[in-house]
């Protein structure tokens, strides 16, 4: 699902608010369908082939949510992947996730969080 911005809250706020909204959002360039970078493409592929729902923003269609992110996440790239409202890295961090099962460990808890199952 692609998430939309709100212009009366302040940048940090807006960030805050789509992280406590969505368990599972990737902030990338394009979208899932049409990714319009090769690290985004392959975030996707990767979420997809763990079976992962996800949210998305298009930080082509925010500039502001673009550069406001760099200083709240202190991150510099994209995409950037966050699970419960925490960052969990870019492409290269989320491709060593899945390949050490880590990935699938996290998106398997976000299942079961949303059930009210706890560890």
């Known amino acids: 699902m692609k998430i939309e911005g709100n212009s009366h809250m302040n940048l940090n706020e807006r960030i805050k608010q789509q992280l406590d909204s969505h368990p599972i959002l990737l902030y990338m360039k394009g979208t899932p369908d049409f990714p319009q970078c090769g690290f985004s493409a392959q975030t996707v592929g990767i979420l997809?082939?763990?079976?992962?729902?996800?949210?998305?923003?298009n930080i082509f269609e925010d500039p502001e949510v673009r550069e406001g992110l760099k200083?709240?996440?202190?991150?510099?790239?994209?995409?950037?992947?966050?699970?419960?409202?925490?960052?969990?890295?870019g492409c290269d961090i989320v491709m060593e996730l899945h390949e050490s099962g880590e990935l699938k460990q996290l998106i398997e808890k976000v299942g079961t969080s949303e059930r009210g199952i706890t560890d």
């Open 48 to 57: 997809g082939s763990v079976g992962a729902e996800f949210d998305y923003v």
């Open 71 to 89: 200083q709240y996440s202190n991150w510099p790239t994209f995409p950037q992947l966050y699970i419960n409202g925490e960052l969990i890295g």
